[in-house]
């Protein structure tokens, strides 16, 4: 049994928890000279309602989730992580993030913030790293801002 971890997939979205989750993930692929998998899920659910009033909002989400992702990797290109793969994509995060790039990316570490959402996101959706520590078939870094942040 070895205790390095090889294929990391950590989860951003822009927030607070995800910037500390992106950061902790990147020393951690640094450590261990592993794989760095950068994911951004696009709730395409949430713009059911909003598109009839702006039809641009899910593109403006998947630039939005570019931009981010070709900045982390850029960054953790910057530290030292030597590979990294960058995976923007639609659907549910709770399913896409520990089902199914988990097992695409063969993740033995799933990285993720304790809460990207406000408390009313959440109580209408769930906890997408609840889930993620739920479900996923291999070891979940929940990661918390610091209390002086």
């Not at 709770?94 to 089902?99: A, C």
């Not at 959402?117 to 520590?133: K, Q």
Request: glycine fraction near 6%.
């Amino acid at each position: 049994m070895t205790l390095a971890y090889k294929h990391i997939l950590v989860a951003v979205d822009g927030s607070d928890e995800a910037e500390w989750a992106f950061k902790k993930a990147t020393g951690i692929a640094k450590r261990n000279a592993a794989a760095l998998n950068l994911i951004y899920v696009v709730d395409t659910r949430s713009f059911t309602g909003v598109k009839l009033h702006e039809p641009d909002i899910e593109e403006q989400a998947y630039d939005y989730g570019k931009e981010l992702l070709n900045s982390y990797k850029q960054e953790a290109q910057a530290i030292g992580v030597l590979e990294v793969h960058t995976f923007l994509t639609p659907g549910s995060p709770k399913k896409v993030i520990s089902r199914d790039t988990a097992k695409k990316v063969e993740a033995d570490l799933i990285v993720c913030g304790a809460s990207g959402m406000n408390a009313f996101e959440r109580y209408l959706m769930g906890s997408v790293s609840l889930h993620i520590v739920r479900n996923s078939s291999c070891d979940v870094l929940v990661v918390r801002r610091p209390e002086t942040e």
